[in-house]
C-alpha cells in the first residue's frame, strides 16, 4: 500500500500525482543558462556600440537577432514537442545552444558585426527550444493546482544565470581603465583597428566557459528519466490537434490573445530596460567606465531574484491579479522617475525597476495558458514564447527613440506604455475572478 501511495501518477490531462523533485530541481536549473545568454547580450550591446562604432539603434539590433530567433524557432520545437516529448526538445535545445556559443570563435576572427549577431540567433534557437519545453513542462510537473507557483518557482532560479552572465561579461569581456569610448578617441588609425580586434577577443572567454557547463548539463539531462506529462488523448491520434486546428482555436480565444499581448510588452519592456541600464549609467556619469557600469546589472538581477521571493510570498497570500497590478503601478512611477530626474538617481529607479518584473513573465504565461484547453498545450506554451518577440521590437524603438532625440535617458518613457497595459492586463483580469 505504502509504495501505492508514494507512486508517481500521471492523470489524463497530463499533470502528475506530485513533484518528483530532483527532475523539477534539475528543470529549473535550466532557466539560469537562458537568464545567462540574456544577459550577456547587455554587455555585447555596449561592447559592440564601441568597437563597431554603432547607433543605439543599431546596438540594439543584438536583442533583435537574439529574440528574432526565439520568434521563427517556437513553433518548430512545439512540433518537435508534441512528436516526442519534452525532455527530448530540451536537449535538442541544449545542442543548438552549444552550437551557438562554438559560433563566437569564428565571429571574433571575422571581426563583424553581422556575423556576431548570426551568432547570437543561433543561441537564441537553442533557447526557443528550452523555453517552449521548459516553461509547459515546469507547469506540469506535477499537481495541477500549483503549476502558476511551479513556474514562479523556477523563474526564480533565472536571475542566478543573468547574474552570472553580467559578472561573466564584467570581468572576462570589459576591462579596467577608463571607458572604450575614451581609450579609443586617442588611438591613431591602425592602432585602433588593433585594439578593436583585442577587444572583439575579449567577448569568447564567456562563451568558452558555458560550452563546457552546457556539455555537463546535456549529459545529465540525458542520463535522467523524466515522466511523459502528455494528456491520455495525445497517446491517441484521433483526438490529437494539428497546428492548423490549434492556431484557429486561439485567434478565438480572446483571454489569449489578451496575455499574448501583455506577454509582448512585458518581455520587450524587461529586456529595454536590462539592455540600456549599462549605457544609462555611463551617460550620466561619464568618470566611470563599463566594468564599473557592470555592477549596476548585477544589483538589477538581484533586485529581480529578491523581487520573485517577494512575489511568490504574496501570491501565496493575495491574488496573483492584485499583487502584478500593484507591481505596475508601481513601476510605471519608476520608469517616469528614470526618464525625467536628470541626476544619477536615475539609475538607481532603473535598477529598482528589476523587483518589479520578477513574477510577471511567470505569471502572465501559466495564467494564459490555462485559459487553454489541455489538447492544444503544447502549441499554446510555443505561441507564448513567441511573444518574446517583443524583446525584438521594443528595446529597438528604444534605441531609436534615443537616437531621435539625443536622450538616453528620455528614451527610457517606451517602458512606461509597457508597464501600463502590463497593470490594465492584471485590472481586467481582476475583474474576472468575481
Not at 490537434?241 to 524587461?270: D, E, P
Request: charged content about 10%; hydrophobic content about 50%; some cysteine.
Amino acid at each position: 500500500m505504502a509504495d501505492k501511495k508514494d507512486a508517481l501518477l500521471q492523470y489524463d490531462d497530463g499533470y502528475l500525482n506530485k513533484t518528483p523533485i530532483f527532475q523539477f530541481i534539475l528543470l529549473s536549473c535550466l532557466f539560469p543558462l537562458w537568464g545567462a545568454a540574456a544577459s550577456l547580450n547587455d554587455i555585447l550591446i555596449t561592447q559592440f556600440k564601441s568597437v563597431f562604432t554603432l547607433s543605439d539603434f543599431a546596438s540594439a539590433l543584438v536583442q533583435s537577432a537574439f529574440y528574432g530567433g526565439y520568434f521563427l524557432i517556437s513553433i518548430p520545437a512545439s512540433i518537435v514537442i508534441k512528436k516526442t516529448s519534452y525532455k527530448f526538445a530540451i536537449l535538442c535545445g541544449l545542442l543548438f545552444y552549444i552550437i551557438g556559443c562554438g559560433l563566437f570563435f569564428p565571429a571574433s576572427d571575422m571581426a563583424t558585426y553581422t556575423m556576431f549577431l548570426f551568432a547570437v540567433f543561433s543561441i537564441a534557437i537553442g533557447l526557443g527550444f528550452l523555453e517552449t519545453a521548459s516553461n509547459t513542462y515546469s507547469t506540469m510537473l506535477g499537481p495541477r493546482k500549483y503549476s502558476t507557483l511551479r513556474l514562479n518557482i523556477s523563474q526564480t532560479f533565472y536571475p542566478i544565470g543573468a547574474a552570472a552572465g553580467i559578472l561573466l561579461g564584467k570581468y572576462l569581456i570589459f576591462q579596467n581603465g577608463a571607458s572604450l569610448a575614451t581609450q579609443m578617441a586617442v588611438l591613431n588609425e591602425t592602432a585602433l583597428h588593433a585594439f578593436k580586434l583585442q577587444m572583439l577577443q575579449h567577448t569568447l572567454h564567456p562563451y568558452k566557459i558555458m560550452i563546457y557547463i552546457l556539455v555537463a548539463v546535456f549529459i545529465l539531462f540525458l542520463i535522467t528519466k523524466y515522466p511523459k506529462c502528455k494528456t491520455i488523448e495525445k497517446t491517441s491520434n484521433k483526438n490529437d490537434a494539428g497546428i492548423i486546428k490549434t492556431l484557429k482555436y486561439l485567434i478565438k480565444n480572446s483571454k489569449f490573445k489578451k496575455g499574448i499581448a501583455a506577454q509582448f510588452l512585458y518581455v520587450g519592456m524587461q529586456v529595454a530596460v536590462w539592455s540600456f541600464t549599462i549605457r544609462l549609467a555611463l551617460v550620466l556619469d561619464n568618470t566611470i567606465n563599463e566594468r564599473m557600469a557592470a555592477d549596476f546589472m548585477v544589483i538589477s538581477y538581484a533586485c529581480f531574484f529578491v523581487g520573485k521571493f517577494i512575489a511568490n510570498f504574496l501570491i501565496a497570500k493575495f491574488s496573483a491579479n492584485k499583487v502584478l497590478l500593484a507591481y505596475s503601478i508601481i513601476g510605471c512611477a519608476l520608469v517616469l522617475y528614470v526618464s525625467f530626474i536628470p541626476n544619477f538617481t536615475a539609475v538607481y529607479a532603473a535598477v529598482a525597476i528589476s523587483i518589479l518584473m520578477g513574477p510577471c513573465w511567470a505569471t502572465i504565461y501559466a495564467e494564459t495558458l490555462n485559459s487553454v484547453e489541455k489538447e492544444y498545450t503544447e502549441t499554446a506554451g510555443a505561441v507564448l514564447v513567441m511573444s518574446i518577440i517583443g524583446a525584438a521590437f521594443v528595446p529597438a524603438i528604444q534605441g531609436l527613440v534615443s537616437d531621435i532625440t539625443g536622450s538616453m535617458q528620455f528614451s527610457f518613457i517606451v517602458n512606461f506604455f509597457c508597464f501600463a497595459y502590463v497593470g490594465y492586463y492584471f485590472y481586467k483580469r481582476i475583474g474576472n475572478e468575481y
